[in-house]
């Protein structure tokens, strides 16, 4: 008699990703069934992984699938992973995330199983990104030495993008700058004095008379007026 143990056999996502991100065709007709998800299901299973930096975020879910699914994901050790993230039966395309906490580069592993013993083909998509937590038209200070200068950055539709120091003046410093808790700016340079951002330029036409007050910095209204 001879026991064998089949080992976990994984995707890795790593080599896959293009510009933060990527998507793959897969089916679990032909695969093992090892594992079941935490939240039921005794079907075929396909396995991802992803080793995810420190620090950032990594997306996960389904653009399509010909099957009911159930599907989870985990992180740390080995496969399929020691932590579970989040396990989901319905609907199949819910996504899942997770933020790498842990200060050191961490295995993430997306498991998916079925519903009951089906299978089928699935197409698998996700992202990694380094901006969890980040509220829509929060502002930072880049490229300076410390905290309290620097290049001023809006966030917007998921990315951080600069400010044209066309028309941003002192008044428009004091309101940035008591945004991010200081008393007021002590001072405005102009002409990138902290070097050209290389994102999008989300705030182009800040007219001077309506930046003086608070409210004329949600992004909304600004965003609407064409850029120069
Ligand atoms: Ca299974
Ligand atoms: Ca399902």
Known sequence: MVCSSQPCVTTSLN??????????NGSTIDMANM???TCGGNGNEAVFSYVLPAGQTLRLWQSQNSYDSRHETRWGGDCPGDNVVQC???PDTLEHAWHNDQ????TVYFILDSFSSGSGEFTLSWAVEDNWGVEEGE???AGGASASAGRVEVFHSGEWGSVCDDGFGAAEADVVCRQLGFEGAQNVNCCAEYGEASGAIWLGACARARVRHCRCCS???LLALPLR
């Open 88 to 90: 989901t039966d319905d």
């Open 219 to 221: 992004l909304p209204p």
């Open 35 to 37: 594992y079941a998800t």
């Open 15 to 24: 080599a896959l990703t293009v510009a933060g991100g990527g998507s793959v």
């Open 139 to 141: 502002v930072r200070l």
């Open 103 to 106: 200060g050191v580069a961490t």
